[in-house]
């Protein structure tokens, strides 16, 4: 690791201009590119203290042992010499979009005498025109067929063309109109041009025209009472509105477009591109990258144009860019695509109508391309096992950790304490052993903790106790300890705060003797949180007497590992598949746990008085709702009146009475209109299922709450 400080140069040797530098390690190999609007301004902020930088820029720094730098002109100038430093000498620390698949393109050799229609991967050649991309070339195929008959363009290969003319007898498309047989001389090398520049026309969009051309025709033809022809000329106008069909209308006003979302997580970005055409979505394409430098989303958006237009020109680069995003600065980057197309590009942020519905379209794919890259990651043997080994190595593991188990705490102000326990087996999720926990106190805490004094790290010390007393009470249970050892628990073995009812054992085990709940101990023990929270688990554990559990966490911020007693966190590299496994464990925690806590403040809006009634389930308090008609006149009952309802007992009915006697009444109703308090009115009734009335929690009350959720 070297020391910034060896290599960093003088600040009055850096020229304060535009310019692109680049960063090499001790092998001369090139490991970062970037430009700037003033290189002395920006390499300072490489050379600061290294505390102060972020992880990834760290780790860049620490490991390149030599700067230098290039200067330009300008900032478009920067901009174009970067991108071809990136391709040139494919540094690991920039962002570098990857794609699993090579897209195909319908292509139009122009350069050819006898210009071809056909599927083509890979670099774009000089003279060809491109029609793009699909994701599938069965696709393409479907619209050639299509618009063969009406523009009987060259498909064949140059071999099957050279045989047709050397032999004097075209290919099977010649015979059946799918082709105008350049090849024996049907057509002239100009028709034949002339063809294929009317099939570029109408696949860029250029639609009406000769649907209008062909209407024409087939009128005058039926006007002649030439029905034979007339009726080839509907068949093909047919066939061309069939083609158009299949990329249906998404603009109306016949817009040249890209539309470029991103979707991103702390690790990866996913960016998904629309192709649309005279308002016609006509090619689509992804790109996944890891993000190995600190990037925000529109520095993303920036380097996916610099890979979409970088080596495009003209009519390839639309007069339209709508992006999530915009790069800064914006105007080095318009100026770099104007002169791309050769024209004025407008690259902006949709804001309403259709390009915002679209672009909200394009964004659901970039979503759903980082989700399916990430299952297939996660769905990898290797990967998995690779993950598994760099956490085992980077924690001082003895062996990888085959059980990981991850806790997180979710509230809402304070309120409805919550934790989850989610598990993974073998880098795999395993939702049969996936457990919930309601916060509620420890032994010697004399307040609740939903109240005042809760904080996550006290709470984080209690569900580490409660899951590993169970552990330990399964363990003892099935006689794993040693005659004569004592459990060490201090209290009893339940899983639950001191004072609390004890669980029998044999509530521990299913009913044919297979362990139940927390019978099997993790490898490693994970939490969400930085080193308050790891210390909290680590106490827990120690206070249990287990020694052999391994414990860390995952600060979400800086993505961080914190191991217990040490004061600096284990930084893994951005592309590790043992940090992407530890943020997949720690997501999946984090989501379990807030659905909980949702679901239990949903049923506490929803609760009334008699939720509180020992023994009274749903059915006798519909049946009580239904009998007296609101908790109002339910109140002001007797207990002879309470138990004429049917299946409420005098015992119950006494119950009921009191517990609604201590309850508070409902605040009067008062006319929002006048301020009139309407002391007649009676109470609803509390819903007691979720088909019932219920008073509605105001949607602002709602969304305020839950941007305050942890």
Not at 53 to 82: D, F, G, K
Not at 232 to 239: F, G, P, S, V
Not at 704 to 709: C, K, L, S, V
């Amino acid at each position: 690791m070297a020391d910034p400080s060896s290599y960093r140069p003088k600040p009055g040797d850096i020229p304060d201009c535009p310019g692109v530098y680049r960063f090499r390690d001790e092998y001369r190999r090139v490991i970062y590119v970037g430009k700037a609007k003033s290189l002395r301004q920006r390499l300072a902020n490489y050379f600061q203290d290294l505390a102060n930088l972020h992880p990834r820029t760290r780790s860049m720094v620490t490991t390149a042992a030599s700067v230098e730098w290039t200067v330009v002109s300008t900032e478009v100038e920067a901009l174009q010499l970067e991108y071809s430093w990136i391709k040139e000498f494919d540094p690991r620390f920039n962002v570098k979009y990857r794609d699993d698949k090579s897209y195909p393109y319908l292509a139009v050799t122009m350069n050819e005498e006898f210009p071809r229609v056909q599927v083509m991967r890979g670099h774009k050649k000089k003279g060809v025109r491109y029609f793009g991309p699909y994701g599938h070339a069965w696709a393409i195929r479907d619209t050639v067929d299509l618009l063969l008959r009406v523009f009987p363009v060259r498909t064949c290969s140059a071999g099957v063309f050279k045989n047709a003319a050397r032999t004097g007898r075209p290919c099977l498309l010649g015979y059946i109109g799918k082709c105008s047989a350049p090849c024996v001389g049907r057509v002239s090398a100009e028709e034949h041009r002339e063809l294929a520049e009317d099939f570029s026309d109408f696949m860029a969009g250029r639609t009406g025209t000769y649907l209008r051309r062909l209407e024409k025709q087939m009128t005058e033809a039926a006007e002649e009472m030439e029905y034979e022809r007339a009726a080839r000329l509907r068949d093909d106008i047919e066939a061309l509105k069939k083609a158009m069909q299949k990329n249906a209308v998404v603009l109306a006003d016949a817009t040249d477009a890209d539309l470029i979302a991103v979707a991103e997580d702390e690790l990866e970005a996913a960016v998904q591109i629309f192709h649309v055409r005279g308002g016609r979505v006509r090619g689509q394409r992804g790109w996944v990258t890891d993000k190995v430098e600190d990037v925000t989303t529109g520095a993303l958006v920036e380097h996916a144009l610099q890979q979409l237009y970088g080596e495009e020109s003209g009519d390839a680069v639309p007069k339209e860019v709508l992006v999530p995003a915009l790069p800064d600065p914006l105007e080095p980057v318009q100026e770099w695509l104007a002169e791309r197309r050769g024209s004025n590009v407008s690259l902006r942020i949709p804001q309403r109508g259709d390009k915002k519905a679209l672009m909200e379209t394009v964004q659901r794919n970039a979503q759903q391309g980082l989700v399916l890259h990430k299952t297939r990651r996660a769905s990898d043997l290797t990967t998995r096992s690779r993950a598994l080994e760099e956490i085992a190595e980077a924690l001082d593991l003895d062996s990888a950790p085959l059980r990981i188990e991850c806790y997180d705490i979710s509230h809402l102000q304070g309120d409805d304490v919550v934790a989850s326990m989610v598990v993974f087996e073998d880098g795999l999720q395993r939702k049969s052993e996936y457990r919930r926990f309601q916060i509620k106190g420890r032994a010697g805490d004399t307040r609740l903790w939903h109240g005042e004094g809760q904080d996550d790290v006290r709470s984080m010390h209690e569900v580490i106790t409660r899951r590993f007393r169970r552990y330990l009470a399964e363990k003892e249970r099935t006689g794993e300890w040693a005659d004569g050892e004592d459990v060490p628990v201090d209290g009893s073995p339940d899983g639950l705060p001191d004072g609390a009812p004890e669980v029998p054992v044999g509530a521990l085990v299913e009913d044919d003797g297979r362990p139940r709940r927390f019978a099997y101990p993790p490898q490693l023990v994970v939490v969400d949180g930085g080193q308050p929270q790891v210390a909290a688990a680590q106490r827990a554990l120690d206070e249990l007497g287990i020694d052999d559990i391994a414990v860390c966490g995952l600060a979400k911020r800086l993505e961080e590992i914190w191991v217990p007693g040490e004061d600096d966190p284990v930084v893994l590299p951005r592309s590790s598949e043992g940090l992407y496994l530890l943020q997949r464990v720690r997501d999946e925690a984090h989501r379990f746990a807030i659905t909980y806590q949702r679901t239990r403040r949903a049923k506490r809006f929803r609760s009334g008085p008699l939720d509180d009634v020992p023994g009274l389930g749903e059915t006798r308090k519909q049946a009580l709702i239904k009998h007296f008609g609101s908790v109002k006149r339910l109140r002001s009952a007797t207990i002879d009146q309470i138990c004429g309802v049917p299946g409420i007992g005098r015992k119950t009915a006494e119950t009921i009475a009191a517990a609604l006697a201590q309850a508070a009444p409902a605040a009067p109703a008062v006319n929002t209109a006048t301020g009139e308090i309407m002391e007649d009115v009676e109470e609803a009734p509390p819903a007691t299922t979720a088909a019932d009335a219920e008073t509605p929690v105001p949607t602002s009350v709602l969304d305020d709450r839950r941007g305050q959720e942890t």
